[in-house]
């Protein structure tokens, strides 16, 4: 009788926002870490930043109307779906037979990601690298290596090619 090994189902999360970094981590992850026809499942996760507190007066004395809160839900709401969106949309155009989910979570990217990490049971995490100077690192405090740091599964980041100009050499 000829044992047949069964692949394991990896759970692989993509962390992604707005910019074309988590983007370009998202279509390397496809064609470098997904394996045709594996039981490999993609979470695509999305951490919407908290709302900022606004006290109801603002600066000058007026008061925020919750209406005006609620179109900065609506927003960020908005923008969570979009981007989501488009994620799903690249891995149909890449890898149309990979399983795909969402989530998005509420607060600081870093917490988020490795809270979720942690929850779900992740084998691995890809993210995009912003590419950010030391400087900035140093006052915005880098999410990646928040994650590498505290994170208990292997931690993959992207880090996309800066643009060569066409016709240069």
């Not at 993509?14 to 394996?35: F, P």
């Not at 890449?94 to 600081?108: C, H, L, N, P």
Request: hydrophobic fraction near 40%; charged fraction near 25%.
């Amino acid at each position: 009788m000829a044992d047949v090994a069964v692949a394991k189902e990896r759970r692989i999360i993509v962390a992604i926002d707005e910019g074309e970094e988590s983007m370009y981590a998202l279509t390397w992850c496809l064609k470098n870490v997904i394996s045709q026809n594996s039981n490999d499942a993609l979470i695509l996760l999305y951490a919407k930043p908290p709302r900022t507190v606004y006290s109801t007066l603002d600066g000058t004395g007026y008061l925020f109307s919750s209406d005006i809160m609620a179109s900065m839900d609506r927003y960020s709401s908005d923008m969570a779906n979009g981007v989501i969106e488009k994620a799903k949309k690249l891995c149909r155009t890449q890898s149309g037979d990979v399983k795909v989910e969402a989530r998005v979570g509420d607060g600081d990217p870093r917490d988020v990601i490795c809270d979720m990490v942690e929850k779900l049971g992740a084998d691995v995490l890809v993210m995009g690298s912003h590419g950010y100077g030391w400087i900035k690192r140093a006052f915005l405090g880098s999410v990646s290596n928040h994650c590498v740091q505290n994170v208990k599964c292997p931690v993959l980041i992207v880090k996309k090619p800066k643009s060569t100009i066409t016709g240069s050499k």
